[in-house]
T-cell receptor
């Protein structure tokens, strides 16, 4: 059982469409991160959110941390083929801060 | 900075053989992590070190797996004997601090055990 559940698992859309990826847990996290991983490479950090209700924007990407710090979302506006990749959320639990948990991932394919 | 460097990038071996994966973290990073990634289980934390000392190895699957960090610039993950179910991509990551810190990943070592 994954501590962090991501949905959807797979997403295939056309260039220009909008999309939202969700990261949910029954546990509270002191901080949550989003990474993007391209084939043959390691994950690369996109953003870290630490405050409940926090919203961060990175160009066409908008990240939100839930008020209760149990969930997060990633919204991409006008997706481009360069956004294709595996999106991973990751959180460190305040109850066992030695552990850094990764979600199951959302595989996004943006078709030209 | 060169980033986290892992070797080999690809390893194909036969069941029962010893496998050693290597990692050079980013200079100055106090934390080093070993992760394993598979389609079924995603990214799993195997072990992490702080200042070369293993802190939590509860993710290591079994006694066949061992990890060392003899100095601040080098770590190894060894599997002996290897089994087909060990086939995965193994990532090393380093970070300057633990809580909320960015993990800098290497490019991974893809292991195939026949």
């Amino acid at each position: 059982t994954q501590l962090l559940e991501q949905s959807p698992q797979f997403l295939s859309i056309q260039e220009g469409e909008n999309l939202t990826v969700y990261c949910n847990s029954s546990s509270v996290f002191s901080s949550l991160q989003w990474y993007r991983q391209e084939p043959g490479e390691g994950p690369v950090l996109l953003v870290t959110v630490v405050t409940g209700g926090e919203v961060k924007k990175l160009k066409r990407l908008t990240f939100q941390f839930g008020d209760a710090r149990k969930d997060s979302s990633l919204h991409i506006t006008a997706a481009q083929p360069g956004d294709t990749g595996l999106y991973l959320c990751a959180g460190d639990s305040p109850y066992n801060f030695n552990k850094f948990y990764f979600g199951s991932g959302t595989k996004l394919n943006v078709k030209p | 900075d060169a980033g986290v460097i892992q070797s080999p990038r690809h390893e194909v071996t036969e069941m029962g053989q010893e496998v050693t994966l290597r990692c050079k973290p980013i200079s100055g990073h106090d934390y080093l992590f070993w992760y394993r990634q598979t389609m079924m289980r995603g990214l799993e934390l195997l072990i992490y070190f702080n200042n070369n000392v293993p802190i939590d190895d509860s993710g290591m699957p079994e006694d066949r797996f061992s990890a060392k960090m003899p100095n601040a610039s080098f770590s190894t993950l060894k599997i002996q004997p290897s089994e087909p179910r060990d086939s995965a991509v193994y990532f090393c990551a380093s970070s300057p601090y633990l809580r909320g810190g960015e993990l800098f990943f290497g490019e991974g070592s893809r292991l195939t055990v026949l």
